[in-house]
């Protein structure tokens, strides 16, 4: 009877230990991948990510390149995720053209694969894309820009500083998205660099980090010492111009600076006036939504028209212009990231 009673024990405690290792691998793994890791507006998207994960009871695996611009770091990213079992991931693609023989890979193995913020090119080699109208969010601040200068705007001398020199669509779409809203023609709709509007002055490549903004920004002046327009791909660019602008005595308020992200950084740059006016974006809700997704397998309504859904884009500056809508810094703070 004892010998019975302890294999009795024994194989309640097997199938105890199998249960409880049933259950640790019984969640479903999603994926995140960003371009960074440091990035105020990638940590608020992983944050959002997290959070949705512990909602949903999936365990996340997030990663990032070691730069914006690692492809490579990307790719190998997804194939860990393609050997983990995943079912599925969200990505912030840093070559959109040079990552799609990768996604389709994940796709062909089952994962879905949800593209945030910049969309692939093609936008269909993902399973779905969810993103801010970057054309949307450019032509906020390039409106905001044509209708603070008013007259002076014809004779404006714009410099550019724009993300990497491949041209990932949220580059070229925010870089366009602002010259449409100035009123110039962008010539070719998926690039930028063709144009021949005068008031162009410069595109330089500040890869979306301050001290690379301030560089570019130095190199802008030997090229545009009139300069008094700056388009910024991202806030932390934004700062890196101001910064070289200073050094030169051009922090006077005669050099407009626009951006786009909203940050809690960029916002508080808006009220002090180093940023004229941003376009926010709500880098949280894309990946909550995308996490929700792939746990659910079930996507949202998406307007066939745009092709993505539209996470929604708003301009932020303390200096309203009759015709943009727009909110102040106190209602962008309320909203803003990082």
Same mark, same amino acid.
């Given at each position: 009877?004892?010998?019975?009673?302890?294999?009795?024990?024994?194989?309640?405690?097997?199938?105890?230990?199998?249960?409880?290792?049933?259950?640790?691998?019984?969640?479903?793994?999603?994926?995140?991948?960003?371009?960074?890791?440091?990035?105020?507006?990638?940590?608020?998207?992983?944050?959002?990510?997290?959070?949705?994960?512990?909602?949903?009871?999936?365990?996340?695996?997030?990663?990032?390149?070691?730069?914006?611009?690692?492809?490579?770091?990307?790719?190998?990213?997804?194939?860990? &995720? %393609?050997?983990?079992? =995943? @079912? #599925?991931?969200?990505?912030?693609?840093?070559?959109?053209?040079? *990552? $799609?023989?990768?996604?389709?890979?994940?796709?062909?193995?089952?994962?879905?694969?949800?593209?945030?913020?910049?969309?692939?090119?093609?936008?269909?080699?993902?399973?779905?894309?969810?993103?801010?109208?970057?054309?949307?969010?450019?032509? &906020? %601040?390039?409106?905001? =820009? @044509? #209708?603070?200068?008013?007259?002076?705007?014809?004779?404006?001398? *714009? $410099?550019?500083?724009?993300?990497?020199?491949?041209?990932?669509?949220?580059?070229?779409?925010?870089?366009?998205?602002?010259?449409?809203?100035?009123?110039?023609?962008?010539?070719?709709?998926?690039?930028?660099?063709?144009?021949?509007?005068?008031? %162009?002055?410069?595109?330089?490549?500040?890869?979306?980090?301050?001290?690379?903004?301030?560089?570019?920004?130095?190199?802008?002046?030997?090229?545009?010492?009139?300069?008094?327009?700056?388009?910024?791909?991202?806030?932390?660019?934004?700062?890196?111009?101001?910064?070289?602008?200073?050094?030169?005595?051009?922090?006077?308020?005669?050099?407009?600076?626009?951006?786009?992200?909203?940050?809690?950084?960029?916002?508080?740059?808006?009220?002090?006036?180093?940023?004229?006016?941003?376009?926010?974006?709500?880098?949280?809700?894309?990946?909550?939504?995308?996490?929700?997704?792939?746990?659910?397998?079930?996507?949202?309504?998406?307007?066939?028209?745009?092709?993505?859904?539209?996470?929604?884009?708003?301009?932020?500056?303390?200096?309203?212009?009759?015709?943009?809508?727009?909110?102040?810094?106190?209602?962008?703070?309320?909203?803003?990231?990082?």
């Amino acid at each position: 009877m004892r010998r019975l009673s302890v294999l009795k024990a024994a194989i309640a405690g097997f199938a105890l230990c199998t249960a409880m290792a049933s259950s640790a691998y019984s969640a479903d793994i999603v994926g995140l991948i960003t371009k960074t890791e440091t990035n105020p507006f990638f940590v608020k998207m992983r944050e959002g990510a997290q959070a949705k994960a512990k909602e949903l009871n999936v365990e996340l695996i997030t990663a990032a390149g070691k730069f914006d611009g690692d492809n490579d770091g990307q790719v190998a990213a997804i194939e860990n &995720l %393609i050997s983990a079992g =995943a @079912k #599925g991931f969200a990505i912030v693609p840093s070559d959109s053209k040079a *990552i $799609v023989p990768t996604i389709q890979k994940a796709r062909d193995a089952g994962l879905m694969v949800i593209v945030l913020d910049t969309p692939l090119d093609p936008m269909d080699a993902a399973t779905a894309t969810f993103a801010t109208d970057n054309r949307k969010a450019g032509q &906020l %601040i390039g409106e905001w =820009a @044509k #209708g603070t200068l008013g007259d002076k705007a014809k004779d404006a001398s *714009i $410099v550019f500083l724009d993300l990497a020199t491949n041209q990932p669509t949220v580059d070229y779409l925010r870089d366009q998205g602002f010259m449409a809203g100035f009123g110039i023609d962008v010539k070719d709709p998926n690039k930028y660099g063709d144009e021949d509007d005068a008031r %162009i002055c410069t595109h330089e490549i500040s890869q979306g980090d301050q001290e690379k903004g301030r560089t570019a920004m130095e190199n802008a002046l030997t090229k545009c010492p009139n300069v008094n327009v700056v388009y910024t791909i991202n806030e932390p660019a934004a700062a890196g111009a101001y910064e070289a602008l200073k050094a030169v005595g051009k922090d006077d308020g005669s050099v407009l600076i626009v951006s786009v992200d909203g940050g809690c950084p960029g916002v508080a740059n808006v009220k002090s006036g180093v940023i004229g006016a941003t376009s926010q974006q709500y880098p949280l809700k894309m990946a909550a939504m995308a996490l929700e997704a792939i746990v659910s397998g079930k996507l949202p309504e998406i307007d066939p028209a745009m092709g993505f859904l539209d996470t929604g884009a708003t301009l932020v500056t303390d200096k309203p212009v009759d015709g943009v809508d727009s909110i102040d810094t106190t209602k962008g703070a309320d909203l803003c990231w990082g």
